[in-house]
């Protein structure tokens, strides 16, 4: 299996919506029964989101607490439906502008271009400074 660094058109997209802020842009790539989970979240947190709905509700919180920012040392696989991006995340915290490196590993699986299934395994302890 070999890799890019180019992102998916499709994700890319995606990514700059985020970093607009623009939750509606980000969603665009959900089937309306897209699964999202976090298998590595701690006891007590959302470990599992079913429906386009479930996901709109958990990212539409996120602008107020981080400014998503480019992603650097980009990796993709692609076999099939299924995409593996890994990346890290160079934010910023909106209360004080501090910035917030976050470690991204992606297992999506896809239908054409919608998403039908992530798996995040982005360290949830990254967020504790958020």
Do not use: C, K
Not at 84 to 104: K, S
């Amino acid at each position: 299996m070999s890799h890019t660094t180019a992102l998916p058109a499709w994700f890319s997209r995606a990514i700059q919506a985020l970093q607009a802020n623009d939750i509606d842009g980000w969603m665009s790539i959900y089937a309306q029964d897209a699964v999202h989970e976090f298998p590595f979240a701690p006891p007590g947190a959302v470990r599992r989101l079913e429906g386009r709905g479930a996901i709109l509700e958990y990212m539409s919180h996120l602008p107020n607490s981080i400014r998503f920012g480019p992603l650097s040392d980009v990796r993709v696989r692609q076999v099939d439906d299924e995409v593996i991006i890994e990346a890290t995340g160079h934010h910023r915290r909106v209360d004080d502008d501090a910035p917030v490196e976050l470690e991204y590993v992606w297992f999506i699986t896809v239908r054409g271009e919608e998403v039908f299934h992530i798996r995040d395994y982005m360290n949830p302890l990254q967020l504790s400074t958020v």
